[in-house]
C-alpha cells in the first residue's frame, strides 16, 4: 500500500484496511471475473536441495543433522527445507519428518530409524539413541538394568526399545513406570503387559434358547459304566 499510513497500533490498522475495502466494494462483482480460482492444494513453501546419508544415518542441513531410516547409508536424498519442518525424500517418498531444530549443531533423531541396527548390534545403543529425547522412565530403567546386569543389561535395554515396532513409545513407558521396583524387569514382561492393556474384549456370552434353557442334564456318576458289566455277561 502506497503511501504506508501512519497507525498506532495493529488495531487501528485493520480498521483503516476494512474501510478502504468497503470503499471499492462494489468494484469486486466485477473485477472477480478476472481472478483465478485457488489451487486445490497448498503451495509448497520449501527450498529443496540434495544431501548424503552418513554411515551413522544422518544428513546435515545447515549445521544440525537429522536421522533417515536403515538402509539409506551411503546414498543421496532430497531435503525439503519449511520454516519448521525438515521432510527428507526418497523419489517423492517421505522417508522422514523432522521439526526443523533452532540454533547450531543440533541433533534430530528418530529412534525408529536405528531399531534395525539395534536389533543386530545391541551396544551401539550407546552411540546412536539420545535418551533425553525419550520420557525419563527410560533413563532410570536404563541406569537399573545396565548397573544390575552389566552387558545383558544392554540386551534387555534394546529389546524393550524394540517394542516400540509393535507400540507407541508413550504407551510402552506408562508400562514401564508400572513397572519400576519390581523384579525382574524384562521385555517379556512389558511385552505381555502391553497385549493385556491392548486385546479386545470377551466377547458376551451366547444367548441360550429357551427351549434348550428348561432342560436339565443329571450329572454323571461311575454307576453309569456298570451297565457294561451287565451287558458283557460279566454279571
Not at 513406570?177 to 511385552?191: V, Y
Request: charged share 20%; glycine share 6%; aromatic share 8%.
Amino acid at each position: 500500500m502506497v503511501p504506508v499510513p501512519e497507525v498506532r497500533d495493529l488495531s487501528e490498522l485493520n480498521g483503516y484496511l476494512l474501510s478502504w475495502c468497503e470503499k471499492d466494494r462494489e468494484k469486486w462483482p466485477e473485477e472477480s471475473k478476472g481472478l483465478f480460482p485457488l489451487p486445490a492444494f497448498p503451495f509448497p513453501c520449501y527450498r529443496t536441495s540434495v544431501v548424503s546419508v552418513s554411515s551413522q544415518l544422518l544428513v546435515s542441513v545447515g549445521t544440525n543433522r537429522y536421522s533417515v531410516p536403515f538402509g539409506y547409508q551411503g546414498r543421496e536424498v532430497v531435503c525439503r527445507l519449511s520454516v519448521d519442518s525438515v521432510d527428507l525424500v526418497d523419489k517423492d517418498v517421505v522417508l522422514a519428518s523432522h521439526r526443523r531444530l533452532e540454533g547450531k549443531y543440533g541433533l534430530g533423531i528418530d529412534l525408529h530409524h536405528y531399531l534395525p541396527v539395534l536389533e543386530k548390534k545391541p551396544r551401539a545403543v550407546t552411540q546412536i539413541v539420545s535418551f533425553n529425547t525419550l520420557p525419563p522412565v527410560f533413563v532410570r530403567v536404563r541406569e537399573h538394568l545396565v548397573s544390575t546386569r552389566g552387558r545383558e543389561g544392554w540386551k534387555e535395554l534394546v529389546a524393550i526399545l524394540l517394542l516400540f515396532q509393535e507400540y507407541p513409545v508413550q504407551t510402552v513407558a506408562s508400562v514401564l513406570e508400572g513397572m519400576e521396583g519390581k523384579d525382574p524387569l524384562r521385555a517379556d514382561i512389558a511385552r505381555q503387559l502391553l497385549l493385556l492393556q491392548h486385546a479386545s474384549p470377551p466377547p458376551p456370552p451366547a444367548r441360550v434358547p429357551q427351549g434348550v434353557a428348561s432342560v436339565i442334564v443329571p450329572p454323571n456318576s461311575p454307576e453309569h459304566f456298570d451297565l457294561l458289566l451287565l451287558e458283557g455277561g460279566a454279571a
